[in-house]
């Protein structure tokens, strides 16, 4: 498996999106026509788009850096363990991003 | 030294070491901050899910809150640490040009900086509500 540099693309990739989340809390400071130009982004298809590629990156490279805390730790360095907890890892991210998507829709898309 | 009769501990063995004299400061770090955002996460997306849908005034007034804005801050300040120490690892394992490696390091730096600061200012303004 080779996902230590799906981490690392992640993380490079997480980098640059917090362009983003610093735009959105810049322009809710800033008042009503700058907030609603970042939400014409995000609701635009490119702008959910990247929204949810910065949700996979996050959680993706959160799980991932879980499995590098259990390596830290000492643990899991097993070959059978190791593919488990990357595939753990892999499914995991790509679950808690649908899920987070399902429950954001859930909750704001009525609102 | 560091033989096998040492009574040092591996820890302080590397204490200091490196060109810089921080030694594993900058693991330990990386470490810190991204257990700080593991915690973190949860109330994190539930704060970005109360705010998806609301107009400028709502979301002002969430974000203007102050339990909410202390997560948000401790947020920002583990993932920008966390991104400063990440992007460094990336461009000292790339870029082997010595001009190009120390001028990417302090790009590196000035921009999480930047987002950190632009962030924190953002939040502080909003929980003043002016």
């Not at chain 2, 460094?88 to 921009?111: C, G, P, R, T």
Request: proline residues 2%; glycine residues 10%; aromatic residues 10%.
């Amino acid at each position: 498996m080779a996902l230590s540099i799906v981490h690392r693309a992640t993380g490079l990739a997480l980098y640059f999106g917090t362009l983003l989340l610093a735009w959105w809390l810049i322009a809710a400071a800033t008042g009503p026509t700058a907030y609603a130009n970042v939400q014409a982004f995000t609701g635009s298809a490119i702008g959910r788009l990247i929204v949810f590629g910065y949700t996979w990156a996050l959680m993706h490279h959160l799980c991932s850096g879980i499995r590098h805390f259990v390596w830290d730790l000492g643990y899991g360095f097993k070959a059978t363990e190791r593919e488990a907890l990357t595939w753990g890892a892999l499914v995991a991210g790509i679950t808690l991003t649908v899920l987070v998507w399902i429950i954001a829709y859930a909750v704001g898309g009525g609102r | 030294m560091s033989g096998p009769s040492s009574m040092r501990t591996p820890l302080e063995r590397v204490r200091g070491l490196g060109s810089a004299h921080t030694g594993t400061s900058d693991f330990w770090r990386q470490r810190l901050t991204a257990v700080a955002m593991t915690l973190l996460i949860v109330p994190v997306i539930v704060v970005v899910i109360m705010l998806i849908g609301r107009n400028h005034a709502g979301a002002a007034q969430i974000l203007g809150s102050i339990p909410i804005a202390i997560i948000l801050l401790l947020f920002i300040v583990a993932s920008t640490w966390h991104m400063k120490i990440g992007m460094q690892v990336v461009i000292e394992d790339y870029i082997h040009n010595e001009k190009l490696k120390i001028a990417s390091v302090m790009a590196n730096n000035f921009f999480c900086v930047a987002v950190a600061l632009a962030s924190i200012y953002a939040i502080l303004k909003l929980s003043s509500g002016v």
